[in-house]
Every structure is written in structure tokens, then in C-alpha cells.
């Protein structure tokens, strides 16, 4: 079955004509090589980590909770561990995921 279009097309159309072309009657080993050689790319590119610490801010809208509730938590010690340094409070990531699994839900 072929399938015409008949109206003018600029070069992206053409590109995504050839694209749908591909697909409906198989990729070739050209494109596949294409397609291979991306996806070294991409795997080729650094992953970024989750960040060792959290600051207030950042741990609060990862709980979903304000910044006053990390507050009170750790002035009357029920929330995850911290670091204080001069002013500055940090979390530990791995401390707040061991303080998460020991939180409880309400029965």
C-alpha cells in the first residue's frame, strides 16, 4: 500500500516523510547503526547524582511540607538528622531516607 501526499513540504517534512517511510518497511542496517551510535551517545553522558546534602528549602519541597514544619521537627527532635554548621542546616540524604522509613502512617 503507498501512501502520497500531495502538498508542498519544506526539509522537516521531507525528514519525517523519510522517517515514516523507514518505519512502515523496516529500518535499514544504515539507520540502525544511526540509531545505535545515539544511543552510545547518550549513555556516554554523565548521569547527574542526587546531591550528598539538603538544605531547608530543598528537603521541605521534597517532603512537601514548609520549611517552619523542618523547624519544629528539629527543635523538638522528631525529624531526620542534621548538620549544623555555623548558620547553615544541612541534611544528610542518607539520613533522611532512614528517618522516612522509620515514620509511621496513621492507622
Not at 526539509?11 to 518497511?25: C, F, G, Q, T, V
Not at 551517545?41 to 547524582?49: A, C, G, R
Not at 539538603?54 to 521537627?73: F, I, Q
Amino acid at each position: 500500500m503507498t501512501i502520497r501526499l500531495e502538498a508542498e513540504v519544506g526539509p522537516d517534512a521531507h525528514k519525517l516523510i523519510s522517517l515514516l517511510e523507514r518505519i512502515a518497511y523496516g529500518l535499514s542496517q544504515a539507520s540502525a547503526k544511526e540509531i545505535s551510535a545515539e544511543s552510545r551517545e547518550k549513555e556516554s553522558q554523565p548521569v547527574k547524582k542526587a546531591p550528598m546534602f539538603l538544605g531547608e528549602k530543598e528537603l521541605a519541597n521534597e517532603l512537601g511540607v514548609s520549611v517552619s514544619s523542618l523547624r519544629r521537627w528539629r527543635l523538638i527532635r522528631t525529624g531526620p538528622v542534621f548538620v549544623k554548621a555555623g548558620g547553615l542546616v544541612r541534611y544528610r540524604r542518607v539520613d533522611v531516607e532512614e528517618w522516612i522509613k522509620t515514620c509511621n502512617g496513621h492507622k
